[in-house]
């Protein structure tokens, strides 16, 4: 048999699901895959109940229903300032995995440099890589997260097509400065490079601080695209509904592989999606003032135990180290240890580094409801007692 493609060939299944099966197959509490246990707001989901019942349910328009394009170009200017078109700078698309598919299969030809920032969301190196692209990779390094600026500037070169930018960033909740974004866009600039911003956090946004797209920084209009993700602003990740803005000379290219991955997204969940964008500021507040309350419980009742907690500024997602807890050498056995021995599901940080990753981390999902943090830190307690009750 001839050989497969060697990108996807052999390549392990994504660490959010193979810990979400250890957790099923362990009846552990599954703080591992970023997903909220309760639906979103029963009023969005009443409006995609009445568009289904009242259709139609045909292919829509392959950029989107006029309904959400223009709800997400009314957000672009209530957040953020920014002036959209609607019909020729928004697309909505089946999530925001299949937007950056589209913007990196249409933006990034073979050959062409990408530079990426670890730890990264782990669909990114593949999709780089089947596109032709060659992934250039700077980090940023706990527990500060500090943007390395010479690593960075050094990434850069004339082969740079894009920078693949996540912020507010997974998993480590960091929140890019202004200053830290006025550099990057400064050498995008420079180096005549696209921006391909991965921005679905943008209101999981704690501590006062607000989401500033990399879009909104001068010279950068014309060469950034921005995703955004209907499931995390209104924790209905299962409805896989994304939203690219972006100058329309990129949204074309764009456009055309959107057109040949998927084409279309369910009609009714675009049009209640469109209702949700339009919620007012009482949503939008109260959405992070739950999560921030859900982040203190799981930080503070973590940090009793004995892990170090490492700052969260924004996603729904603590990083933690547990040097000295007894549960492996490394961030995967940890996992392993409490996943099977301790009944909770955690993911290892390594999984977000191409290579050389450190080991130290962990990461907890904290959008969860307050009786199943309180049972996973009842159980990680119950746990962590009894090893070093056998360890006395």
């Known amino acids: ?3 497969t493609n060697p990108v996807f060939t052999g390549i392990d299944t994504t660490v959010f699901e193979t810990m979400s099966r250890l957790a099923m197959a362990h009846g552990a509490v599954n703080l591992g895959q970023g997903f909220p246990d309760v639906d979103g707001p029963e009023d969005i989901r009443e409006a995609a109940a009445r568009a289904l019942q009242d259709g139609p349910n045909q292919y829509p328009p392959m950029l989107g229903v006029p309904e959400l394009r223009q709800a997400v170009a009314e957000t672009n200017k209530r957040f953020y300032g920014l002036d959209i078109d609607p ?5 909505v698309t089946s999530g925001a995995t ?11 030809s073979p050959g062409d440099e990408v530079v990426l920032i670890e730890p990264l969301y782990d669909c990114y190196l593949p999709i780089v890589k089947r596109a032709g692209g060659v992934p250039v990779r700077v980090r940023v390094t706990p527990p500060e997260w500090q943007l390395d600026r010479q690593a960075l500037q050094n ?4 082969k740079t097509k894009a920078i693949l930018l996540n912020n507010p960033m997974n998993p480590t909740a960091k929140v890019f400065s202004d200053d830290e974004l006025q550099f990057i866009a400064d050498l995008c600039i420079k180096h005549d490079a696209y921006a391909i911003c991965d921005e679905v956090y943008e209101h999981l946004v704690f501590e006062g601080l607000s989401h500033r797209p990399l879009m909104a920084f001068d010279g950068m209009r014309e060469r950034t695209v921005r995703i955004g993700s209907a499931g995390k602003t209104f924790s209905l990740t299962g409805w896989k509904v994304g939203y690219v803005t972006g100058p329309a000379g990129l949204l074309d290219p764009i456009a055309k592989a959107h057109q040949w991955v998927t084409f279309t997204t369910p009609p009714a ?13 009482d949503y939008y507040q109260a959405f992070t003032h739950d999560l921030m309350t859900k982040r203190d419980r799981m930080a503070d009742g973590l940090a009793a135990l ?3 907690v490492l700052p969260c500024k924004a996603t729904y997602f603590l990083t933690c180290g547990f040097a000295g807890l007894g549960l492996g050498r490394t961030d995967v056995e940890a996992c392993e240890t409490l996943v099977k021995q301790a009944g909770v599901a955690a993911v290892p940080v390594s999984a977000f580094y191409g290579s050389d990753a450190p080991t130290g981390y962990i990461r907890f ?12 830190l009842a159980r990680l307690s119950a746990f962590l007692t009894a090893g070093r009750a056998e360890s006395a």
């Open 306 to 308: 004995g892990f170090t």
């Open 365 to 376: 999902c904290f959008c969860k409801r307050e009786e199943v943090i309180d049972e996973a």
């Open 1 to 3: 048999m001839k050989p």
């Open 98 to 108: 299949e937007a950056l598919a589209d913007c990196i299969l249409a933006l990034v």
């Open 269 to 281: 969940l675009q049009k209640a999606v469109a209702f949700g964008l339009r919620k007012d500021d």
């Open 155 to 158: 990434a850069f070169s004339d």
């Open 87 to 91: 019909l020729s700078e928004v697309l």
